[in-house]
């Protein structure tokens, strides 16, 4: 080739690598034997620890006590059960004894307004006593203004025609004094009794009407009392089922706290003594799952139980919450995942396979992806307790019971609570209403009192005026008798003086002249 035919040397159709024969495509990949599965290599567990003696003998000594506590909070549980189960029976008694006790004392209350509307107010209450408090001060007993006359007469008859010593005179005028000087006390306490006597003619007549009232009373009283006793009865056995329940859940709280802690110790042991562990958690678990068929069981029997503690059976029925811990503690250096299927080669190839890839991408099956392995080979769970459609029914059942318990329970709750409002409020409205009639009444009697004062101060003075001027009559008729012997008394004497006078000028007459006539 030239210089000239530059693009002369690009090969012809027949020249260069197109132009060579090519690879023929029978044959290529294949092989006259098929080709064999891709073989996993099998994942060796790494060699287990064996067991620190004395860490095995811990966990063991562990295992020993929390199976027993375990079985001692399935018997508080059980317990429990039992006295949810009385105090739910006793809370449908007092469920069903409330009403009735509510009702009756409602009616009692109603009576008992009744009564106290019809009975002698405590104005007129106090104002008898009051009036006993008085007859004692009165004088000589005498409670009327005609007793006192007769009194006052009678001492003056004897006075007048009795032969009394001079001290008889003097006790008696003494006695006399002091009956003039009570009159006014003797007349307002009269007056007082007699509207006393007025308002009891009046309460007697409404007690007369009420009588029957009072024995419908006194029969609501009896039935009342007899329902709040069975009633106080039952709140205390409630409080005593109440004590009881605090009791085991104290007692539960704290046997659950020291497993608890059992289970953390056992734990805190899965690097030291990992056998010991897994024997642990495998027994626990076995444990668990008879403790849980023995409870169904006697579920199921309570169940079956026409209306007899539905609602407790529903909640022993419930699975009880578990014990057993979370077992993915920190990891420790020897997993013990479940074990991978062995390789076992497969004795028929595919009918048609495809072109095999490369076995490059195809690497070992890695670890199983476990976040966090297990402390122990444990073996699988228990499959889940089936629930019949029966247990589920009741279950319902209860739970539907327990809710309509509830609502009629808060519903009595209300009623009682209107009822009690209702009460208070006409208790209220009665008290108001006896203040009002106390106060109306104490008004009343106090203008009455004052009323009669006034008439009885009137009175003994009017009788004071008379008096007096009886005696000023008296001793203005005495006066003029008492003046006449005085006159006369001194006209004598005045004639006495002229007498003696007269007759000394006669005896000097006669003298003198007897001497001149000589």
């Known amino acids: 080739m030239g210089d000239d035919d530059w693009g002369g040397l690009m090969p012809g159709a027949d020249e260069g690598w197109g132009s060579g024969p090519s690879v023929p495509a029978e044959g290529w990949g294949e092989s006259s034997a098929p080709a064999a599965p891709a073989v996993r290599p099998v994942r060796k567990d790494p060699p287990r620890r064996e067991d620190d003696e004395e860490a095995a003998k811990l966990v063991d000594s562990v295992a020993t006590s929390v199976l027993a506590g375990k079985k001692k909070l399935a018997t508080l549980r059980a317990q429990m059960n039992e006295i949810d189960t009385k105090r739910q029976a006793l809370e449908s008694e007092i469920d069903a004894l409330m009403p009735e006790l509510q009702a009756l004392r409602a009616r009692k209350g109603a009576v008992m307004g009744q009564l106290q509307a019809g009975r002698l107010p405590q104005v007129w209450m106090d104002k008898a006593r009051e009036l006993n408090n008085r007859r004692r001060s009165l004088p000589c007993g005498c409670t009327s203004e005609a007793e006192l006359n007769r009194a006052l007469k009678d001492l003056e008859h004897q006075m007048s ?213 297990s402390p122990a080979p444990a073996p699988a769970p228990a499959p889940a307790p089936t629930i019949s459609a029966a247990e589920e029914a009741a279950r319902e059942a209860a739970k539907k019971k327990k809710r309509e318990e509830k609502k009629a329970r808060e519903k009595a709750e209300k009623a009682a609570a209107q009822q009690r409002a209702a009460a208070a409020a006409e208790k209220a409205a009665v008290e108001r209403a006896d203040a009002h009639a106390k106060e109306q009444l104490e008004k009343e009697a106090a203008e009455a009192e004052a009323k009669a004062k006034a008439a009885a101060q009137a009175k003994a003075d009017a009788k004071h005026s008379a008096a007096k001027e009886k005696r000023e009559k008296q001793k203005a008729k005495s006066k003029p008798k008492a003046n006449k012997p005085k006159v006369s008394n001194e006209a004598n004497d005045n004639t006495t003086s002229y007498l003696l006078v007269i007759l000394a000028v006669v005896i000097a007459v006669g003298g003198s002249y007897a001497m001149y006539g000589r």
């Open 161 to 373: 025609h009795g032969s009394l010593t001079l001290k008889q005179e003097k006790s008696v005028l003494e006695q006399m004094k002091e009956l003039k000087k009570g009159r006014a006390l003797v007349v307002a306490y009269e007056q007082d009794q007699k509207m006393l006597d007025g308002v009891r003619e009046q309460h007697s007549a409404q007690h007369a009407e009420t009588k029957p009232l009072n024995v419908n009373f006194d029969q609501l009283k009896a039935a009342a009392a007899e329902k709040g006793e069975a009633m106080d009865k039952l709140m205390a056995a409630k409080q005593e089922q109440r004590a009881a329940r605090d009791a085991v859940t104290a007692t539960h709280a704290a046997l659950k706290a020291e497993l608890d802690a059992s289970f953390e110790k056992v734990r805190a042991q899965q690097s030291n003594a990992p056998k010991a562990v897994s024997r642990f958690f495998v027994a626990v678990q076995e444990l668990d799952a008879k403790l849980k068929a023995e409870q169904q069981k006697s579920s199921a029997s309570v169940v079956k139980k026409p209306g007899q503690g539905q609602a407790a059976a529903a909640k022993a029925a419930a699975p009880a919450p578990s014990v057993t811990p979370d077992p993915s503690p920190a990891p420790s250096p020897s997993p013990a995942p479940a074990p991978a299927p062995s390789p076992a080669p497969a004795p028929a190839p595919a009918p048609a396979p495809s072109p095999a890839p490369s076995p490059a991408p195809a690497p070992a099956p890695a670890p199983a992806p476990a976040p966090a392995p």
